[in-house]
């Protein structure tokens, strides 16, 4: 039930920075940051080189996304409730599921589309979710946590609530807070 879902529009062009490290001496490595591709690099390497790096990355990095796990469809559906009810339907993304986050809750790679809530809020009340997933949709417009931001995420009543109990559960209730859960 993917309805909003498409595809990657090729070339796929994101913002470069390119870090160049005085520690790296051979490898390169790539990764996606709030909708910017950083390539780290030896500070050593040649322009040409780092160019034909940007390239190798951007197409790693694609490849990725667009193996990125299917919706979830009952996380998908109830994502499309909220964009319906607090953004007036008019954010789009390619693919929301389920994922390992380590510590995070959740996150969102703006350019690309792709959402991602840790599995552990799986186990979490409906009311607390809804927040994660409405945190990350304001992702879609708002890659920062900048005041325009926090008004569009304010549009979910239970805000304050929902931060209050994952803050509960990040410090100190057990490791991982398996009390709250």
Known sequence: MATQARELDPPWQPPVRVIGSRRRR???????????????????????????????MRGRI???LQRAQPSDDRLDERARQLNRRHFGSRLRWNSIAYAE??????????????????????????W?????????????EHADHGPAFWELVMRYPLTERARG?????????GEGGEELM
């Open 26 to 56: 051979r490898t390169v490595q790539a990764r996606l940051r709030s909708g910017v591709l950083e390539v780290l690099v030896p500070e050593s390497m040649p322009y040409r080189e780092r160019e034909r790096w940007i390239e190798v």
């Open 62 to 64: 694609e490849r990725q």
């Open 101 to 126: 986050q380590g510590r995070r809750w959740g996150s969102c790679t703006y350019t690309a589309g792709v959402i991602r809530i840790s599995s552990r809020a799986a186990r979490l009340p409906a």
């Open 128 to 140: 607390v979710l809804d927040y994660l997933l409405v945190h990350e949709l304001a992702h879609l």
């Open 165 to 173: 109990y994952l803050m509960a559960i990040d410090h100190g209730f």
